[in-house]
């Protein structure tokens, strides 16, 4: 019954901002890395976002950085992504991840635990 679940996306117009949370069910991740990544149709799995187990150290890819801003609420057990000035091309599924170890890593198969997605759809 461990899982983790996403809410918070919708439809934006282009350089509007969205405010995703991701909470878990089952345990407490607190002593996790949390990550976020999404997916859009007939692309590949891209790394978004990552965070440490107190919040202290973070990782962009490129395509996200300086728009996009991960956090994390241990005492409310909540992490959240932070999308601003959203472009089409950000339309996808964006997926919430655990992964045990306090390193924080790109690679999805690193991650051990999944949410079910939501979607972000961003118009033109």
């Known amino acids: 019954q461990v899982q983790l679940v996403e809410s918070g996306g919708g439809l934006v117009q282009a350089g509007g901002s969205l405010r995703l949370s991701c909470v878990p069910s089952g345990r407490t991740f607190s002593n996790y890395v949390m990550g976020w990544f999404r997916q859009a149709p007939g692309k590949e799995r891209e790394f978004v976002a990552a965070?440490?187990?107190?919040?202290?150290?973070?990782l962009y890819p490129n395509s996200v950085k300086g728009r996009f801003t991960i956090s994390r609420d241990n005492a409310k057990n909540t992490v959240y992504l932070q999308m601003n000035s959203l472009k089409p091309e950000d339309t996808a599924v964006y997926y919430c991840?655990?992964?045990?170890?306090?390193?924080?890593?790109?690679?999805?198969?690193?991650?051990?635990?999944w949410g079910q997605g939501t979607q972000v759809t961003v118009s033109s």
């Open positions: 965070i440490s187990w107190s919040g202290g150290r973070t």
């Open positions: 991840a655990a992964r045990r170890y306090n390193t924080v890593v790109i690679t999805a198969s690193a991650y051990e635990y």
